[in-house]
């Protein structure tokens, strides 16, 4: 339902309950008049039922109305968001295809046998992205388990890495890893892990307006260990962070609006990080860039 209609409706409903409230106070005035206590009492009574009737039936017609809207909303960003997931991997592939289509990259078995590797990985992740939007409603209510082993955090950004590195390098720009961490062994799942890892890096490419500079350093802090993760991206601003891992959420800012944002990739990482046990917050300023961090327990 378009907002003039809407609208429309709101005042139609506000005129007829008016109305309706005249026309009964104009008759009690008559009663009053010509009739005995009783049909008095009798009337109002009946006229204060009326009323209350028109209003509940005025509020219930305005919350379905407003929480169609919503519904459709949701359905809309939820579109938005999902085709933002894929967005990178796709990009992903064509640059794979476009350096396979290279003479010098097609002569060089190797090269091509790389090439066809990630193309398959990408593939394989956009899988995963379908599977992970089927188990958010689980993971939403905390009745998704999933599967962890003893994994080692540098090895898993590494991995993560290789899958934006062809589109940071096609920007001229940079990942660099700072591992200071001595101790990196976590309880974690590959795919949901790798993923969440992916997604930050996601945003912070798409979020460059320039090349992007992305740095990523892990350190110990007592029985954990925090891995940061820095752009020099346009940044969020402070109320936009507060709301950054709700679901479908997007600030809106110019031209970046176009950029379907963080919506439902950065829900989902929060959501996953609390499941290994973890936290994860943002820091962030205006036109500096934002910093990721997750601090996840380690594992003797």
């Not at 009737?53 to 999902?82: C, E, H, P, T, W």
């Not at 193309?119 to 089927?134: C, F, Y």
């Amino acid at each position: 339902m378009n907002k003039k209609l809407f609208s429309i409706l709101v005042i139609l409903m506000s005129l007829s309950l008016i109305g309706i409230i005249f026309v009964q106070a104009y008759y009690i005035n008559n009663i009053l008049k010509n009739k005995e206590q009783e049909d008095i009492i009798i009337i109002t009574l009946l006229s204060l039922v009326f009323t209350m009737i028109i209003i509940i039936g005025y509020m219930s017609a305005v919350y379905q109305l407003i929480q169609q809207r919503k519904i459709s909303q949701m359905k809309s960003d939820f579109i938005n968001n999902m085709t933002h997931e894929f967005k990178t991997p796709i990009a992903t592939i064509n640059l794979a295809l476009d350096a396979i289509k290279n003479p010098k990259i097609f002569n060089n078995k190797a090269k091509v046998w790389d090439y066809i590797s990630m193309i398959k990985e990408e593939n394989k992740r956009m899988n995963a992205q379908v599977e992970n939007v089927l188990r958010i409603s689980k993971l939403q209510k905390k009745q998704l388990i999933i599967s962890k082993d003893r994994l080692q955090l540098h090895e898993l950004i590494e991995d993560a890495i290789t899958h934006v590195e062809l589109i940071v390098k096609n920007r001229a720009g940079y990942i660099k890893t700072n591992f200071k961490a001595t101790k990196a062994s976590i309880l974690a799942n590959d795919s949901y892990f790798t993923n969440v890892i992916v997604n930050i890096l996601d945003n912070a490419i798409k979020y460059s307006e320039g090349p992007p500079k992305i740095d990523i350093t892990t350190e110990n802090h007592g029985n954990s260990i925090l891995m940061s993760i820095k752009d020099q991206g346009v940044g969020i601003g402070k109320v936009a962070q507060k709301r950054v891992f709700e679901e479908f959420y997007r600030e809106h800012t110019g031209n970046v609006h176009n950029v379907k944002g963080h919506g439902l990739g950065l829900a989902n990482v929060k959501r996953i990080v609390e499941n290994h046990q973890g936290i994860i917050f943002i820091e962030s300023e205006k036109g500096k860039g934002s910093t990721f961090t997750i601090k996840l327990p380690l594992i003797t």
